[in-house]
């Protein structure tokens, strides 16, 4: 009897570490890819390894391919100014035009299921001038611009989104300059 009320305690203690979300990872609807395909310039991520040695000009560009998947080709500067470069493919998922796979493996280990990730585009500007891109478990987020800067008032609106749905934006490195929306007289 006496371990009953300390795991209530301890489950009590822990639920803050549980994600508290208003709303489900959901991707947008609809997805134009000839209008995504061209270069953004990343303004803020989740730390992830591979992007360990940025520290700045992050850029993603995304290329149509005539077999029908994207190009992807990550880009950024490191500390000692020296280009770090990866290139990949993603692909569409079938009935989810918002969802992508992508993967940096060579062609010959595509077959294998665990070298895909995720990449939901979570918001996108109807103008497909920004977007923020995450996938369901909520470990990776990236909010793109097609400007190397963004306007803090619509950084901040992409965040609270980001966190309505989850996640936990504590650790979020942002990459690029943010922009103060003009004083009104």
Known sequence: MRAFPMLLVLCLAMSPLAVHADEPVASV????????????????????????????????????????????????????????????????????????????????????????????????????????????GRKYLWILSREPSMDRGLFDRLRARAEAMGYDLSPLVIAAPLREAPATP
């Open 29 to 136: 609807p609809e997805l134009e890819l000839s209008r995504y395909a061209g270069q953004w310039y990343e303004i803020a991520h989740l730390p992830v390894s591979f992007q360990r040695k940025c520290v700045r000009e992050i850029t993603a560009t995304y290329s149509l391919r005539r077999d029908g998947s994207i190009g992807v080709r990550n880009a950024c500067r490191t500390r000692d100014d020296g280009l770090e470069e990866a290139q990949g493919v993603a692909r569409t998922v079938e009935g989810h035009p918002g969802r992508l796979q992508v993967r940096f493996v060579p062609d010959w280990l595509s077959w294998l299921p665990l070298v895909w990730a995720d990449y939901w585009v979570l918001e996108l500007d109807p103008d497909y001038q920004w977007t923020m891109v995450g996938e369901p």
